[in-house]
């Protein structure tokens, strides 16, 4: 039988996102939402040259500025998990259909509803030259029925128009899908597994598996909208029989009145009018579903004003928080380069909507690649000390690697100051490195050593 993992003397399922989300509230306080877990242990657990070298901005270069700010504000204490989650699906439901919205802009709206005017004059126009033409009694009824395929033409129109745009974006959105798997990042997705693998030591799936079960997700998404597809697809062709069957009785309603002598000006003013009536119907189209878009897009703006003014009244607070972290990021930063360095924030208004942009001030010049290590060290120090000043109920510990390029001097710094705060500071570090070190300050804080002969877990 299958060990299941443990935390706290509490069993888990096998389940790996039971796993993660039981680990989220136990160390961070975190619900399943926004910031995940998977974003938060990042700002804990940095091991790759990313991550140590960009203090702020640690995770994937995509990540969005709204992702980072609910990341910081939950850092700093805004603790309605809900309400970043809430902003954070508005935000991605915005930015969806705005896309949508700029696929669908043939010509600017504006010119949209000219056309349509013009579309609409040359329509009422030729209706009146047809009400003045003269017909004898005899071919009123076809004329009459005439009338009614153009109605229905018209309207079957419209129909197979707004079909066309949503086959037309659902093909976007395959296509959009498919180009995702181009950037799988197999790292990442490693990283994941083995976090699994030393969940669950006896984890049957491997890592090619893992790759496998990803990729199955994204296959699973495309196949369900290209079922959607075709049933879309299988609704035009439906519509277009309609259509053609409606034309075909259209031109045996003319060939009708051309047999009885109707005059040829006649059939040109309905060829004429039967082109105006199918651009009017996709012009109107367009115009109904940018309206929708437009709509949509103006609910949820209403709805981010409403979340946004909600996490405004946490400002004054947070300042207050950032104030205090920034005493001791100051201080921090001081003794490891003689710099000062303080976290600062500030309202941004995007075009995807209104956020909380953070970033560091205050730094000189070029910062080089170990520079950027050392002030991603003293950050992550700080927000230690920072949780211990405020008796914050979570993560006590930052694990780093990847420090080769600090010198000798900050990394003793840094130990100095890691010793005097109430946390963990665990790094990965080469013996070289420390061989100047006071050899009882090595001996008493190495918790593991390993060599050639005695790597990790034997392996």
Known sequence: ?????????????LDLEEFKTALGQITL?????????RQMIKKFIRIDNHEMSNTLKFLHPSTSEDAYEAIYLYLFGFADQDLLTQKSSLTRDKKRLSVQKLALKEFSYEALKQILAVIETNIAELERKKANFEVTDSISNEIKALEKLRKNISEISISISKLRIKYNLNLQTIEQLSKSRGNINPDTIKLLYEEAKAAIPNLQKSFEDVLKFHESMISNKINFIQKSLASTEEDILQKDKQLNSFIKSEKEVLRGLS?????????????ELNTLHEERGKKLSLITTLDELTQNIKDINNSLTKVNDKIAEFEADLEKKITAFNLIFAKVSKQLYDEQYVLSFEDHDGKNGSFYRFKINNVTGNVGSGK????????????????????????????HDKLEEIHVNQLKTMFEIANGIDGQYIVAILKDK??????????????LKLSENDKFLKL
């Open 1 to 13: 039988m299958d060990q299941k993992p443990i935390i706290n003397n509490q069993e888990y399922s």
């Open 29 to 37: 306080g975190l619900k399943t939402g926004k910031p995940s877990f």
């Open 259 to 271: 047999h009885k002598g109707a005059l040829a000006d006649l059939q040109k003013l309905d060829k």
């Open 372 to 399: 950027k290590k050392g002030q991603t060290t003293a950050f992550d120090l700080s927000y230690l000390e920072f949780l211990s000043k405020f008796a914050a109920n979570t993560a006590r510990f930052i694990l």
């Open 434 to 447: 420390i061989e100047g070190f006071d050899i009882n300050l090595v001996e008493s804080n190495t918790i």
